[in-house]
């Protein structure tokens, strides 16, 4: 039982290690649900940059996964759901059920979202940190996704989720590369 959270940037894996973790699961006996906010535009499954891919629910809410009694929980793109919501993944922990929740850690500006604190103070069992390659100086230790528009950094003045329906680029930049409002 316990909650594993599962952060980092784009492009650090953190898909592939949701989908390694319950693609087994179809062959087993276990009920499990993976879940995905319906504010993801970008598709329908989880997915990873090379093709793999696993089917999961799109939800408004998290409150909607509080009507089955699952034995396993997958939420990928945690970071899209409000975190007055938080309270639904402590109901689920409190059934005994198994939780793994995956997402980006900090948006365009390297704000950490108010979602992943909150899960943070839920106690989980295990932290997994992924990074990833720096788009810039090609560094395996990316940790932020920068927000583009035409090729610019944007700083500021937009909300913490955006969706990736092609209106801004993103890339994945080191601490070095990192662009913030007090630099630019």
Known sequence: MGLTL?????????????ISYFAPLRYTNISFGLFQSARNVRDK?????????????KIESLSEILDDNYQIVGIDEIHMFPADEAW????????????IV???DTDYRG????IIKKVLELGPSE???RKAVCEICKNPNAVYTQLLKDGSPILEGLPSVLPEDGTYGYKV???SCFKRKNEA
Request: aromatic share 6%; proline share 2%.
């Open 6 to 18: 599962i952060l980092g940037p784009m492009k650090s894996g953190k898909s592939l290690e949701l």
């Open 45 to 57: 499954n989880v997915w990873t940059r090379d093709g793999l891919q696993l089917e999961a629910k």
């Open 88 to 99: 639904v993944l402590d109901k689920i922990l409190k059934r005994g059920c198994r939780l």
């Open 102 to 104: 995956s997402g980006l």
């Open 111 to 114: 704000k950490m979202f108010d």
């Open 127 to 129: 932290v997994r940190y």
């Open 173 to 175: 930049v080191c601490r």
